[in-house]
């Protein structure tokens, strides 16, 4: 078997090819990427030179190479995306071209050379957004954001609670991220329907995990409280976050491709709904660094309060739940970074 990740130097992406691997020991996996400010070599460390696999530098938006990377390939992971929020709201060009452009690029590709299966990865950011409820229900969260609480949308805690993003509610994205994550399913849905190709979508929750590009939440709060730098949090930090860590969203990808239904979408939850707040001070209490680093700064544009997976359909189709516990997920990942300073140092060289 032959396999191909797009995107494979990336924080996801990394984690998968060293899974494939372990779980296809016959199998040549070929990593596909840009190598942009997020895609690294330093991600595959240790398999770089593993004689399964090969590397290829190149853009999925340039069909020649496409083509060729993708000849002979039975079943293909996508995985390359522009795929930060605040980036795209600052320029939302790159994402169009990268996460809707390329995959049209490579699904044509994939058609004409005959792959067996395309397996697109998204994100739970395409469902739009849920309506507010406090999972934490720490009596010191509204001790620090007052009375805000009280005007916060939901006013039914526990029937907002029960509420979760399925597979079968329509896409509803609010980001330009999410809004190009969004035009690449429908792209990838379409190709099943009119050209027949075998094509599996899968939408997970917030990652977290070791090799995470130091622009997202935990990575950034990591590496500020490490340094006894102030710990910025947007608004007042109530936007409620379900995290999966990195292996675990791995796991039902390979058991996406092996055990999905052509045609078919699956979620993929860590069962680990938090605030912001929360997730920040989890870290500093972890670190034995005080809370008064935390400050809160102007929120993001169009930020949405809450993001919650029902992953229900995954588990009863493909035999996948989630396994790493967040405290444990968390503490691990929190040694990871401070144990791999040269890594944190090679990727955010300028």
Known sequence: MRILVTGGAGFIGSSLVRRLLTVHPHAQVVTLDALTYAGHLENLEGVLDDPRHDFVHGDICDAAMVREAMSGVDLVFNLAAESHVDRSIESDQPFVRTNVLGTATLLAAAVNVGVGRFVQVSTDEVYGELPWWDPDREADTADIVGQKRDALEGSEPHAAASLRFTEEMPLAPRS?????????????????????????????????????????????????????????????????????????????????????????????????????????????????????????????????????????????????????????????TIGWYRSNQEWIEAVTRP
């Open 176 to 332: 330009p991220y999410a809004a190009t994550k969004a035009a690449a399913d429908h792209l990838v849905h379409s190709y099943h329907v009119t050209h027949g190709l075998d094509t599996v979508i899968t939408r997970s929750s917030n990652n977290y995990g070791p090799r995470q590009y130091p622009e997202k939440l935990i990575p950034v709060m990591i590496r500020k409280a490490l340094a006894g730098d102030s710990l910025p949090i947007y608004g007042d930090g109530l936007n409620v976050r379900d995290w999966i860590h990195v292996e675990d969203h791995c796991r039902g990808l390979v058991a996406a491709a092996q055990r999905g239904e052509p045609g078919e979408a699956y979620n993929f939850g860590g069962g680990s709904e938090r605030t912001n707040l929360r997730v920040v001070r989890e870290i500093l209490h972890a670190l034995e660094a005080p809370e008064s680093l935390i400050s809160f700064v102007q929120d993001r544009a169009g930020h949405d309060r809450r993001y919650a997976i029902d992953f229900s359909h995954a588990q009863a189709k493909l035999g996948w739940s989630p396994v790493v516990v967040f405290e444990r997920g968390l503490a691990e």
